[in-house]
């Protein structure tokens, strides 16, 4: 290896151990690659390391590897737009289709206007969280109150109400729960076996911890998000875990089309037209987000997503580049995780090392 390659492995390394500074998370999995080949390949700390903030555990902990599950968080989002869109495309109909074909909560006035395009992009007007945490197994509560604030298309606010929406609309669509159409349209088809929704309790303590909640405790191995563990923990904004090699397939997936259909592909990775930009300058798609800023040292236009916990994934579509980082950023709380920006010069890191190891 040359000197130049041995600086930007030690500056790599030197990010990633900010991300499990002690405090600020506990595990680190990073996974690059180009043109199908891994460039760039790290596991780094233990699943679990505080009881409650600032209390070490007493729990069994393990030593991360790159086969460790994390909480997605919102990257499961992007699993929810691939099924719902494969459904959609088997069946003849695109993003443009009504809400009210089949939900008949939005059958009434201006709500008519909804379609699932503006679901997928985050333009439907809803507000930006759900602050009723209360059990909601069924949805029924949610059905019944969960409205837009603002006329469809108006704005693009990020809102996890617009999925857990499109993960309701996917069941009436297809007639099946909406994780199992998730298993039937992408983890079966792409051969993703360490990746769903409500992991077995056996497995919990491999999993990556995440935060401190006084109700529950240490969260390890059941779902983050408090509004997905409100809705029993199968939701359309959160509740997948999986593995750094699991999500590079589906990223890998997403840059080639190999796995997808053809529309279903292009859906996906390019920017959905007449939206809105969002305010930090991404254009959106049918599910992910084209262009963010973190992935700019990427050579080519991304696609991507992340997730409050501390995960993410980019790959540019029809390019050569794929790139995934899952952290528990939130552990033992998200007052004191890593901050989202190491992503960018994390990023920035591992381009420039996979630059020196080609020229080396």
């Known amino acids: 290896m040359t000197e130049s390659a041995d600086r930007s492995e030690r500056a790599l390394d030197e990010l990633l151990e900010q991300a499990i500074a002690p405090g600020a998370g506990s595990a680190a999995v990073l996974l690059a690659s180009v043109g199908g080949r891994v460039v760039a390949q790290r596991a780094l700390g233990t699943t679990r390391m505080w009881d409650a903030p600032g209390v070490a555990t007493a729990t069994a902990a393990f030593p991360v590897t790159t086969e460790t599950k994390f909480d ?106 909406h994780d199992a159409l998730v298993t039937e349209h992408v983890l079966r088809p792409l051969g993703l076996q360490h990746t769903g929704y409500r992991p077995d309790p056996g497995e919990w303590p491999r999993i990556a911890a995440t935060e401190y909640d006084p109700g529950r405790g240490m969260v390890q191995g059941e779902v983050h998000d408090e509004t997905a563990f409100a809705l029993g923990g199968v939701s359309g904004n959160a509740g997948i875990f999986g593995t750094a090699p699991d999500l590079l397939r589906f990223a890998e997936a997403l840059r080639t089309g190999e796995g997808l259909r053809p529309r279903v592909h292009a859906w996906l990775t390019e920017p959905a037209p007449g939206v809105p930009s969002a305010e930090s300058g991404y254009r959106p798609s049918y599910g992910l987000r084209i262009g963010e800023k973190w992935c700019a040292a990427a050579p080519g236009p991304t696609a991507s997503h992340t997730g409050f916990t501390g995960t993410g994934f980019f790959t540019v579509p029809n390019g050569e580049w794929s790139f995934v980082l899952l952290t528990n950023r939130v552990h033992p709380s998200r007052d004191h995780g890593s901050q989202p920006e190491l992503r960018t010069p994390i990023v920035a890191a591992t381009v420039q090392l996979a630059e020196r190891l080609a020229s080396s």
């Open 72 to 177: 997605l968080a919102s990257v499961t989002k992007a699993f929810v737009a691939t099924a719902l869109l494969t459904e959609l495309d088997v069946r003849g109909l695109t993003p443009s289709v009504p809400l009210s074909d089949y939900l008949p909560e939005f059958r009434e006035g201006s709500l008519r206007d909804l379609t699932l395009e503006h679901l997928l992009t985050h333009s439907a007007g809803f507000q930006a969280s759900w602050d009723d945490h209360e059990p909601d197994p069924g949805a029924e509560r949610f059905r019944r109150t969960a409205r837009p604030i603002d006329r469809p298309g108006a704005v693009h606010r990020y809102a996890c109400l617009s999925f857990i929406w499109a993960g309701l609309l996917a069941t009436e669509l297809s007639g099946k729960p």
